[in-house]
């Protein structure tokens, strides 16, 4: 107990002053109006008339040490040491002189690290684990992300989009990650019911907790080849894997049946339109690693589709929202199936319950 | 007859410029003893506050279920005359039209089996007839039967469906809302007068989407006009509202809630595969627009009060249909509903409730019906989904299992 | 038997046609357009030219017979005997002569009944039984509806508001009517839990279905002075009745507590924005029979309020959904309670989820 | 070392304008083992589509009951160097705002210590140390001591909070999300630490309704700017916008859902008694208006991911509040909050979800607040109110009792 109090915690993180850069300390609540001046490049002014550049490059999330160090050597080389990442996982360098854009732009594209991401343009996909790291997942993460971003990366790289459009990518139903409130979202999903191992349930699980934690009770328990385990009605799992969170035992990953569904139309900003969930538009694509190439073209369409018929700074769900989602699932040729009607809690009040339809 | 009860806090709702239906009660116990008792317990009422009625037992006509609401006082010492004082529902003509000869004779008839008053109508469309004892039930029935009225429903049966008067007077009309409620009335006459439901049922028929029976709130299915083709413009009469002041831009378009409509002074122009048919620019320039040519309605579902799982509004089960008869289509719709609503159904459960508890995918797989994206204002926002089939090891031809 | 089946049943109604004016038979289906000529008074013109004027007047719904033979008469000296009633149970008079108007609309007002109710207007309360008829009320129907009738005829009589403005009233929580979707609504409310009779319970009612019947599981089996009979958790009581309603010795009603609620805000048209319900605005105001003042001041200014501030075409509704809620309540004064707060069962959805505010 | 695994699946994801995950991957195995077989492994989660982790076991640092999520390779023999592959969440520092030197003092510490892998950042905001094993996990955490950076949080327990850039590089910051990022993250030290709440619980803050944190999405307590005096308008260089060839009209105007503004060519109007502070009109002319100076910020509760009641948004709970240090106010409701919430809430039950489960009204009662419109979209369409007050018989004074 003497070496736990001895012991330094609880210290927190290190404080942010020390971090900003000189022209930040100085001008910081003073900054007056910012200004795009092409992709990727800002200029922040401040009412002290002094001016902030900020250069804004794409990164893969997952990055190795030599790779920062790489951003590190940048960052001395053009701004005085000062970086930052954003909440979107990009990298921003912050600049004073103006004739150090250019070269450090140069630089970053030497580095493989496009520039973009600023105004009416795709920025990268908030991500998760997926096969990298996490055991829940239903499909890789950064596989699809380097994928569906190679497609778009010309959107990244301009700002012609009608407005910003957000994408979002988790592996399994946790959504880690903004994926409910995302322009289109693409979620991992499983499709089989845990496959429970009655050797190992008694051992590993609770068996009422993992009763109690299915939310269809589709789980009881049973006696399986004079073992106490769980048994699972089928018909009942919507596959939300939480029995296998609490239960290691119920795996659910299952290479045949895994994959991914998109979701589209939400959004997180209060801009215009208050904020909204994202809505199945595609229930099921199989995996198909390495480039998912199902998935690159169902969002590359769906942008597509977007962009040539939205009006100036809407975003996807506002402008479904406009033309209503018949019209929606007209015009992007995707089929309409049972498993777009909701059939949770508050379904009822996602039936359409008025006659403003379009013919 | 005795003289009227003293009624000092009813009197006062006898001044005023609307009509009192205090005078109508008092004008009916000048020759009616059920009236002036009826007067005399609603003076109490309103002295102390609180009705005075008791829990209604079941009344009713020879080889019907429904159509009587029985109605006992609770202080049958006090006012006699109002012991028993049940109300007979009588299913209204479409439209609620009537000839002076039609309603004397119901007049005639209620001088003299009830109280003499009525409700002109109730407000499922009935006409209502108020007060009357259960041993005039059968001679009222008799002589209506000769004047060729026929009772409505209560109870879980099928109610008087009723509509606008539609194509009768209404230019805006997308079927004959009338010629419907009739043919389904006299289609349904066993479900309307004999309760086999797990509850009542109500239909609503609307000429178009400004819905002037109420439809979409107060109907289990909700039959509502609309059109599927373009509005039909005179772009003259435009021209002619904007010269006598319209501001076509604030009044009309500013109002669309499609946003697909455009003026440039001269014409009007709609996008019409955008429309989402509100009636609006139609209902501010009736000379100008009218609904198009390709008319039809679209059927909805599951209205009701909120007793007991909230309130709703019906949803869109058919898009478009146009609705012509025999309606046969709709009919089949209508039967594989009841039949499903009636095998699992609980009891006093809606058919908008039976259709929650399910789910609109299992109520349309069960009523054989394919799913449409016009069923629903959004796809779902959950990831709860119930996928059917899964891909079994072994199926190396990949075929679905489940 | 024999009997039964030589009675004549299920003959259904009159057919609607031999009620119907031959200018209506001729042009049935072929109207072109209306225009109210006046408050109370249109024409439908048809394609042949045809011309049919309306004429509207008030009527109180709970009529006696020798008002309707008033009618009947009216309809004989004008209108060739042909009338008809609306779904807001007004009787509408059926013209061909455009001469016979004002005399008409003349002996209407002798008769005591105001022309009026169409365009933008108030019309007639949809309403229900009450204390002269209904075991259930929690209030009185026609009595209320006389009283705020009165106050507001010269929104009937005129056509000054920015748009329809719909009325109705329920004495209870069964709502028969379209209470629940109407830009004012005056709700009868029980806020006593039953008391129920013990001695009557046994005989009366089913005790099962009884504690079954209540939605928050508030009562349940007991036996009370030695009876069957059942108990009432009064915390639990949300005053529905649906107890009442399966077993009469649970009366909800009560002089001291019952009173009315004001709802608004709903509508039923789809015209510009889809059907809504009408929300709570006032929770409670005691029954004060035979004018309930505070009912009608409070509606009174619910309409001006709503009058001299929404847009043109605007109804109750629509105004307060441009304008926020808060707002509302701020510029009508009613203060904002726990009650306004939904707790049923999808309370959660209508939290204000977004920073879309006023100040 | 070994050469690299064969991975042809993989490297198929080194083409292609984006930046790669498997070149960082593979540049960290050049000279880590763990980083190597990571690569072996997932090219086999490729290849058979499934990923190869076990359920992860609980693994921390002395002293701290979350911050490390423990993993495992279901495939040891096969990938030894990963048969632990633990990750650690480190705090980032407000605003993730870094000097190079800070950096390199991380990545020479994992350098040492584990893969050479790190998410810069994790989705909470962490940065993520990807793939340690146990004997690890002290050392690292005694090197991040010395320069001063600390663990995260994980398990049921206060997360890293996180917060946009504010006032450091935005000029539309309505109060200081990073002072007050920090402040909290100093604050509940304890709570970040040592998990004791029925579940995790999240603080995102952002300088003003652009949310860029998506705090209303993904956090239980979501602080976002706004003001509540007027927005700031330089009428000229809303004429230069104009002048420059913006659709003042359209672009902006349209777009305003409180419809409150008003351009006559000259002169922008702006009612703000009826603005939202939706940002739209500041957002497209930066230039010209800018956000009111009474500024402050909204509080609100409980958005999550779905499992398992449904995603949720947060809600409103302080209209508007100055937030200025120390914060007082907001650390006195936030302790109010935990109380009931641990009190009461079930396990893995969060916020949002408790205060739907009790209902807002009983939530308010028991955390001392006042409910005030704003906390509501609408008020209530169903009926059923608990009223909590009736009058007894024999209250003649009419005292309310109940
Ligand atoms: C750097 C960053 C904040 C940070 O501290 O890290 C940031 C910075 C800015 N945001 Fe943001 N936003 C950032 C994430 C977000 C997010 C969060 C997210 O995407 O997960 C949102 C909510 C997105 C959503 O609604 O789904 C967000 C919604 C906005 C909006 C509203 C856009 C809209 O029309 O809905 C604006 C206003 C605008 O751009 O006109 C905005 C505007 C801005 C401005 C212009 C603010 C300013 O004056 O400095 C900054 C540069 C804009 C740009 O990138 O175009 N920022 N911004 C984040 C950059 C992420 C990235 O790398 O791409
Ligand atoms: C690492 C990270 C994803 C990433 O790649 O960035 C992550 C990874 C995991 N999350 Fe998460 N979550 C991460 C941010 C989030 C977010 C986003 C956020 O915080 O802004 C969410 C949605 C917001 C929210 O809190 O609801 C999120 C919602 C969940 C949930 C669902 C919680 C819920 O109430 O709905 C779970 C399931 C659980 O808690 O059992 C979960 C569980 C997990 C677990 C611990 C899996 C598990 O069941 O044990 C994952 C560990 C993966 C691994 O192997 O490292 N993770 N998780 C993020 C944390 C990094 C960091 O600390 O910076
Ligand atoms: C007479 C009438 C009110 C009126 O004054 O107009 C009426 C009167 C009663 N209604 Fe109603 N309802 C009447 C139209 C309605 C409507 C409106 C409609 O049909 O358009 C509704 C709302 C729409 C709906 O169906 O949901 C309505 C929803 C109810 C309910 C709640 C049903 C629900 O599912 O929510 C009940 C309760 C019940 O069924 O137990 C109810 C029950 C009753 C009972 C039978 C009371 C009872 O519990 O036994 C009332 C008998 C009163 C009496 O003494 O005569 N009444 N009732 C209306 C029927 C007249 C007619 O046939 O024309
Ligand atoms: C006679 C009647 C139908 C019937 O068969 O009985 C009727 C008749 C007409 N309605 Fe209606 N409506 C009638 C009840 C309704 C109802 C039902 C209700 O109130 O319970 C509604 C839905 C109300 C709601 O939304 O809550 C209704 C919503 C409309 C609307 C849409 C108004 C809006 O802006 O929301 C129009 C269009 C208009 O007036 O511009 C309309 C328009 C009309 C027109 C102009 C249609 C026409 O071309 O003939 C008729 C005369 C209008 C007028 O009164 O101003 N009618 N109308 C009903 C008269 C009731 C009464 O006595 O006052
Ligand atoms: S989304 Fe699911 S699989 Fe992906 S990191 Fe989060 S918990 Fe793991
Ligand atoms: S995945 Fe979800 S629904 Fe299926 S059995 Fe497990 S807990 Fe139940
Ligand atoms: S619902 Fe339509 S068709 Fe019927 S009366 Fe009203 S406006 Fe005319
Ligand atoms: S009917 Fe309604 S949606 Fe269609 S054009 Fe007219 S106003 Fe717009
Ligand atoms: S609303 Fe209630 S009290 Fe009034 S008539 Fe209907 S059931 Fe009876
Ligand atoms: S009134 Fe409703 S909530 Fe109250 S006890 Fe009766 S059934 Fe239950
Ligand atoms: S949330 Fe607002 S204050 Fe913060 S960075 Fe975004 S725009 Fe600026
Ligand atoms: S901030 Fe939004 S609501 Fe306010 S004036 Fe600007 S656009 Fe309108």
Chains 1, 3 share one sequence.
């Not at chain 1, 998935?295 to 018929?309: D, F, H, K, M």
């Not at chain 1, 089929?335 to 039936?351: C, N, P, R, V």
């Not at chain 2, 139609?282 to 799982?309: C, F, Q, Y």
């Amino acid at each position: 107990m003497a070496d736990v109090q001895e012991r330094r915690t609880d210290y927190g993180p290190p404080h942010y002053e020390q971090f900003l850069p000189p022209i930040i300390k100085e001008n910081y609540g003073k900054w007056k109006y910012h200004e795009i001046l092409k992709p990727g490049v800002m200029v922040h002014v401040s009412e002290t008339g002094d001016k902030l550049f900020t250069i804004r490059a794409a990164s893969p999330r997952l990055v190795c040490i030599d790779k920062i160090r790489d951003y590190c050597d940048l960052a001395d080389k053009y701004c005085d040491g000062y970086l930052r990442f954003t909440s979107r996982h990009n990298v921003e360098f912050l600049l004073t002189k103006h004739e150090n854009i250019e070269p450090l732009v140069a630089d970053l594209k030497k580095l493989g690290h496009p520039i973009g991401g600023m105004g009416n343009s795709i920025t990268s996909i908030v991500h998760t684990q997926g096969w990298v790291h996490c055991h829940s997942a239903a499909t890789d993460a950064s596989g699809i992300v380097k994928a569906v971003m190679d497609d778009l990366s010309e959107y990244f790289e301009n700002m012609k989009l009608p407005g910003k459009l957000r994408i979002a990518l988790a592996c399994c139903l946790n959504m880690c990650g903004a994926v409910h409130c995302s322009d289109i979202a693409i979620l991992g999903i499983h499709r089989r019911p845990p496959r429970t191992d009655h050797t190992r349930v008694k051992a590993m699980c609770e068996i009422p907790s993992v009763s109690a934690s299915c939310p269809t009770a589709a789980i009881r328990p049973a006696t399986v080849d004079g073992r106490a385990s769980v048994e699972v009605i089928e018909e009942r799992c919507m596959f939300c894997a939480n029995c296998f969170t609490v239960c290691p035992a119920m795996p659910m990953a299952d290479p045949l049946n895994d994959g991914v569904s998109i979701w589209i139309g939400g959004k997180v900003s209060n801009a215009r339109s208050e904020p909204m969930f994202s809505k199945l538009a595609i229930p099921f694509i199989p995996n198909n690693p390495p480039r998912w190439p199902e998935v690159t073209q169902a969002v590359r369409a769906l942008v597509e589709l977007w962009a040539s018929n939205a009006n100036k700074y809407e975003r996807m769900g506002e402008w479904i929202n406009r033309i209503g989602w018949p019209k929606f699932f007209r015009m992007s040729g995707i089929e309409f199936q049972k498993e777009h009607i909701d059939d949770f809690k508050h379904a009822g009040l996602t039936y359409k319950r008025s006659t403003h339809l379009t013919f | 007859m005795a003289d009227l009860p003293k009624t000092p806090l009813l009197d006062e709702l006898e001044s005023g410029p609307f009509p009192s239906f205090v005078s109508e009660i008092k004008r009916a116990a000048e020759k009616n003893d059920m009236s002036k008792d009826l007067l005399g317990q609603l003076e109490q009422s309103y002295r102390e506050k609180i009705g005075h009625w008791k829990h209604g037992g079941i009344v009713g006509v020879m080889g019907y279920g429904g159509g009587v609401i029985g109605r006992y006082s609770d202080l049958p010492e006090k006012w006699p005359n109002i012991s028993h004082f049940h109300t007979m529902r009588i299913n209204h003509p479409s439209g609620w039209f009537y000839t002076s000869k039609s309603l004397r004779e119901i007049c005639n008839i209620w001088e003299k089996h009830g109280s003499g008053l009525t409700n002109m109508h109730g407000s499922t469309g009935d006409i209502i007839l108020l007060g009357t004892t259960t041993d005039h039930l059968e001679p009222v029935f008799e002589e209506l039967g000769k004047i060729d009225f026929d009772i409505g429903g209560s109870g879980s049966d099928l109610r008087t469906p009723s509509c606008c008067c539609g194509q009768a007077r209404c230019e805006w009309a997308c079927y004959d809302t009338m010629a419907l409620t009739y043919d389904l009335t006299m289609h349904y006459q066993d479900e309307l007068h004999r309760p086999a439901f797990p509850y009542k049922f109500k239909f609503k028929m609307s000429g178009c989407p400004n819905d002037c029976v109420a439809s979409i709130a107060r109907s289990d299915m909700s039959i509502i006009g609309t059109w599927r083709d373009s509005i039909q413009i005179d772009q003259d009469a435009v021209r002619e509202y904007a010269d006598k002041g319209m501001d076509i831009r604030s009044d009309v378009i500013g109002n669309c809630p499609a946003k697909c409509m455009d003026f440039d002074g001269k014409e009007l122009h709609i996008e019409n595969s955008y429309c989402v048919r509100c009636m609006h620019c139609i209902n501010v320039m009736p000379k100008a627009l009218r609904p198009g040519k390709d008319k039809g309605a679209t059927v909805l579902l599951g209205s009701k009060a909120p007793i007991v799982e909230g309130a709703m509004l019906s949803s869109v089960l058919i898009p478009f249909w146009k609705l012509k008869p025999p309606y046969d289509d709709l009919k089949e719709i209508v039967d594989n509903i009841w039949d499903v609503w009636c095998e699992d159904g609980k009891a006093r459960e809606r058919v908008g409730e039976f259709i929650q508890r399910v789910g609109m995918g299992n109520f349309l797989d069960a009523i054989g019906l394919e799913p449409v994206a016009e069923m629903v204002a959004h796809p779902r926002e959950n990831p709860y989904v119930f996928y059917e089939d899964y891909f079994e090891e072994g199926d190396e031809d990949e075929e679905e299992e489940g």
